[in-house]
Every structure is written in structure tokens, then in C-alpha cells.
């Protein structure tokens, strides 16, 4: 049960950085209104960021991750999140299991 | 408010968050045994869940995790991928009419996708009040923690999370809340750039630049979109 120190030190640095992410929009929207164009630009932030986090794996990381996030994106439009999750995690684990 | 109201708002965040907590345990596990691979003790991840509480950072942490940490590494890579919280900070922000000042900052500090698009979703039938807040969150960031601390105690007891599917847990979600958030073809638009740019990034750019590359291509692609459709209004 030992903590390097560098290692509190990057976990510390990472707390910093989310609780400033955290916090900041509160304090943002005491200082600035956010309406009409700026605010639907801002809005887009979210869905930009998100896509740009799973990018890699939907469409360079392999046939199999490709497909499970076709499957999950589709089941997604109608079913809840934890079936949508749980139907992606098996499309990818019987692909890999056939090879692909 | 009496003791009874506030227990039966913390009771309904609680039963609200439950399908998520099933969510966020196997990718907790995940992220344990994947700190473990990394040479982290069960503290050490254990205190990262607690005092980062978010798992997209966790991940991508753990990616770039060098010995020693990097701490401006580790660091820029957990402003780049939770820059989004400040929207999010800033949506929810609007909607907190029950919070007291600091109890607002104090709620805020939790605040994680899932719990985030949970409390969205309540204000929009009810008032948001800090117990049925603490409702999502108690049980969610003790999911989160002890699943953390779980994980990288089994390691390698827990087999291998690639050939079991569960290392696409987290793209997963990711994906169900890309989709959560489409609103029509200027949607579209915005995730095909930031797509494509964080495609042609990563395959170019070692690190997590990909992320940043890519918010700020869709951010251009919205902010285009939305000079051009007032033009067309104006001329």
C-alpha cells in the first residue's frame, strides 16, 4: 500500500485540472451570457469532444472495434445505455473471438 | 424542507443513477487492473478515483503513464479530455436554483457525464435539489472508487479485459452519449469534422493532441455552420 511520490504528484495535477473544468463553467456564467450563436456553438463543444475521444477506436484501431461501435451507435437510437453498452462489449468480444 | 422530503429526493437520484452504477463498475474494474499493468499500487489508483473522479482522464492517463509520472503530462491531458465539464458545469449551472452559493461549488466538483446528463434530466421535469444531487452521486462515485481499488487488486485475476470486450466498455458509453447529443444535421457536421481531425491527428501526433484537435475542429465546424445560416437570414 505505498504512493510514489511523482505518482501523487501527476494524480494531484490531474485533480487540479478536472476540478478547474468543474468549477470553471460556474464561474463562467456569472461573468459572460451565453445566448444565440455563442451558445450554440459552446453547445457543440460536448458532442465534438466526445467524438473526438472514441475517433480512434470506431475507425483506426480495427475491423471489430469498427463494427461493435456501429452496433452500439444503432442500439443506442432505441434501447437504453447499459443494454446499448453491454450489446457493444459482446459484438466486440465474439468478433475478436472469430478473428476478426 | 422536512427530513422526509429530502430523504425520498435521495432515494429517487439513487434509484435513478442505478443503471449506470451497473455501468460504471466493469469499466472501474477495467480501469484498476489496467492502472495495475502500469505499475500502480491499489492506492495509488485508488486515490486517483477519488480525488480525479473521471474516468475518460483515468484512461487516457494511464495511456500516456510513464515512470516517473509525468505530472505536466498527466495534467494537460486531463484539462484537454474534461475541458468538456466546463459546459457542462456552465448547462447545469443555469439550473441550480435550490443550491445554496457554496453548496453549488461543492456539488460541482462531482460532476461526471453520467451524473451530469442525469441531473440535466431531472431539472427538466423537476426542481433540482441538492439531496436528490447527493442521491446520484454517493453511490456513483463509491462505485467508481471501489471498483477502482477492486481492479487493481485482482489484476490479473480478473483475465484478460481485451479478449473479454471490456477495454470497449468505456468507447461504449462514449458513443451512447455522442448519441444522446444529436440534434439534427448541424450535428452531423460537427462530428464528422472532429472525427476526421482526431483521426488524422492521432495517426500523426503522438500524445492526446487527438482530443484537442478535434473539439476545436468541430467547435470551427459549428461556429462556420452558424455564421453561414445567418447570413442567409440576413440577406
Excluded at chain 2, 163 to 185: N, T
Aim: overall charge positive.
Amino acid at each position: 500500500m505505498t504512493v510514489d511520490l511523482t505518482t501523487l504528484l501527476a494524480i494531484i495535477a490531474m485533480a487540479a485540472a478536472t476540478a478547474l473544468t468543474r468549477l470553471g463553467g460556474l464561474i463562467l456564467i456569472r461573468h459572460v451570457s451565453l445566448e444565440g450563436s455563442r451558445r450554440k456553438a459552446i453547445e457543440s463543444i460536448p458532442p465534438a469532444v466526445l467524438m473526438a475521444v472514441v475517433a480512434p477506436t470506431a475507425f483506426a484501431t480495427g475491423l471489430a472495434e469498427t463494427i461493435a461501435c456501429a452496433v452500439t451507435a444503432f442500439a443506442a437510437l432505441r434501447l437504453p445505455m447499459l443494454v446499448s453498452v453491454a450489446l457493444g462489449v459482446v459484438s466486440v468480444a465474439s468478433l475478436r473471438a472469430f478473428g476478426i | 424542507m422536512k427530513e422526509n422530503a429530502r430523504l425520498a429526493d435521495f432515494l429517487g437520484g439513487m434509484r435513478a443513477i442505478a443503471p449506470l452504477i451497473a455501468a460504471v463498475v466493469p469499466i472501474g474494474l477495467v480501469f484498476g487492473a489496467v492502472a495495475a499493468t502500469k505499475g500502480l499500487t491499489p492506492a495509488e489508483a485508488g486515490l486517483m478515483s477519488t480525488l480525479v473522479f473521471a474516468g475518460g482522464s483515468q484512461f487516457v492517463a494511464m495511456d500516456i503513464w510513464t515512470h516517473p509520472a509525468s505530472w505536466v503530462g498527466v495534467g494537460f491531458a486531463a484539462l484537454m479530455v474534461n475541458i468538456r465539464h466546463l459546459l457542462m458545469s456552465a448547462s447545469l449551472g443555469t439550473r441550480m436554483q435550490g443550491f445554496g452559493p457554496r453548496e453549488r461549488y461543492f456539488a460541482m466538483l462531482f460532476l461526471a457525464d453520467e451524473i451530469w446528463a442525469m441531473a440535466e434530466f431531472r431539472a427538466k421535469v423537476a426542481r433540482l435539489t441538492p439531496a436528490w444531487f447527493a442521491g446520484l452521486v454517493a453511490p456513483f462515485y463509491l462505485a467508481w472508487v471501489v471498483s477502482g481499488i477492486g481492479g487493481a487488486g485482482l489484476g490479473a485475476f480478473l483475465g484478460d479485459p481485451v479478449v473479454l470486450g471490456l477495454d470497449f466498455a468505456f468507447p461504449a458509453v462514449f458513443i451512447v452519449l455522442v448519441m444522446g447529443f444529436w440534434k439534427g444535421p448541424e450535428t452531423g457536421a460537427v462530428l464528422l469534422a472532429s472525427g476526421a481531425a482526431a483521426v488524422a491527428t492521432q495517426h500523426f501526433v503522438p500524445g492526446v493532441w487527438y482530443i484537442a484537435a478535434g473539439a476545436v475542429a468541430g467547435l470551427l465546424t459549428a461556429l462556420v455552420s452558424g455564421n453561414r445560416r445567418s447570413v442567409e437570414v440576413t440577406s
